[in-house]
């Protein structure tokens, strides 16, 4: 089966750097069936020379002129074979070395754009993070939130769940809203007719509820490290924060407000729409680790929350290596975004370099 050519941007860096590694290879195959070619005639000549030899020394007498010729005719063929051998030994050398420099600008070329790529892919996350942090200051202060915690009655309650309700209803990236007051207790929550377990329930032990009422102010939030959430059977992003008398920022702490994300679908949205081209989607594998390295997000699906995936970050906030099974790996550390700090967390993304190399030879 002939394969027609591929169609490259002559701008395009890596298909410059590819066509390098492509030229390396051509001329080293020419140079190669070149010298092999001058061997065959040295090969030949040797032959001739030697049949000469013995038909001069049949001769005699008369044939020693030509057996002089013969003999200078073999010097020459041996001389041309000794420098043949010993510039196919130095061409052999450099034509290595080149395709090792073509193949390292290709791995840079490609390294640097899947590093921005990751860079890309956790900013993304950061800049979503950030309004899931403005969104549960924000709703703290609303008075029916208040409300529910200040007043303590079954219609409050039933108030602020229909209040959280039509806040759902707005934004689809929750799962739910929980109000709990100072003991812990769930005094309610946003959609009671999905989960009518949560309301009465306790998280007194939960890290967002023990956090959040450390806070100091209303301008404070906690932000969670995605987790497996029982209550909700879900993959989450908790964000919470005190809910504050009178709504105020330096108003005692009544309860808290605990928002969890849907992260599932949020971060596979991310990590499955990272713009690579699609000959190269098949060997790529987009992830978001968190501090420790835990995979919270891949577009493969594989290893959620139960892999850790070994990254060689030598310290830098971003860059790119080969591991040794030749794959390359891109990584960029969380930037955070204004008031979000950001929990440590990395988009990485591995690449198969062997098969996307099979499929080019083919």
Same mark, same amino acid.
């Given at each position: ?6 169609? $490259? ?13 492509? !030229? ?15 061997? #065959? !005639? ?22 020693? *002129? ?13 001389? @041309?074979?000794? @420098? ?20 390292? /600008?290709? !791995? ?22 950030? =309004? ?5 200051? +924000? +709703? ?24 959280? *309700?039509? @806040? ?21 929550? #946003?959609?009671?007719? $999905?989960?009518? %377990? ?9 890290? +967002? ?35 504050? =008398?009178? &709504? ?5 702490? /009544? *309860? ?6 849907? +992260? ?7 990590? #499955?729409? !990272? ?13 978001? /680790?968190?501090?420790? %390295? ?6 493969? &699906?594989? &290893? ?21 099974? #030749? ?24 690449? $198969? ?10």
């Amino acid at each position: 089966m002939c394969l027609s050519e591929p169609h $490259r941007n002559p701008k395009d860096p890596k298909a410059m750097h590819e066509q390098m590694i492509e !030229v390396s290879r051509d001329v080293s195959s020419v140079a190669r069936q070149s010298l092999t070619e001058i061997q #065959g !005639v040295t090969r030949a000549t040797k032959m001739l020379a030697t049949n000469a030899l013995i038909e001069a020394a049949h001769a005699g007498e008369h044939g020693k *002129g030509f057996a002089i010729v013969a003999e200078e005719v073999g010097r020459i063929s041996t001389n @041309i074979d000794t @420098i043949t051998e010993h510039l196919r030994d130095r061409l052999d050398e450099k034509f290595t070395e080149m395709d090792r420099l073509s193949r390292s /600008l290709v !791995v840079d070329t490609k390294g640097e754009r899947l590093a921005d790529l990751a860079l890309m892919m956790i900013d993304i996350i950061d800049r979503n993070l950030f =309004e899931r942090s403005c969104d549960v200051r +924000w +709703w703290a202060t609303d008075s029916a939130v208040v409300d529910a915690l200040t007043q303590q009655d079954s219609q409050t309650a039933a108030f602020a769940s229909q209040r959280l *309700g039509v @806040i759902l209803d707005s934004y689809t990236v929750y799962f739910d809203l929980w109000i709990a007051d100072a003991d812990g207790k769930v005094v309610a929550n #946003g959609r009671p007719d $999905r989960f009518p %377990h949560v309301a009465g329930s306790s998280v007194a032990n939960t890290e +967002w509820f023990k956090k959040s009422m450390a806070t100091r102010s209303g301008a404070d939030y906690v932000a969670c490290d995605v987790e497996q959430n029982m209550s909700l059977d879900a993959t989450v992003g908790t964000y919470a924060t005190a809910i504050r =008398e009178g &709504g105020r920022e330096n108003g005692k702490a /009544l *309860g808290a407000m605990g928002i969890f994300f849907d +992260w599932q679908n949020q971060s596979a949205d991310v990590v #499955g729409k !990272v713009r690579l081209p699609e000959a190269e989607r098949a060997d790529t594998r987009c992830m978001l /680790l968190d501090k420790d %390295h835990r995979v919270i997000a891949s577009s493969d &699906g594989h &290893g959620i929350l139960s892999e850790r995936f070994p990254i060689e970050t030598d310290d830098q906030s971003s860059g790119y290596y080969q591991a040794n099974n #030749g794959d390359l790996i891109a990584f960029a550390k969380t930037p955070g975004y204004e008031t979000y700090e950001g929990l440590g967390w990395y988009g990485v993304i591995a690449q $198969r370099q062997q098969a996307q190399e099979q499929r080019q030879a083919a």
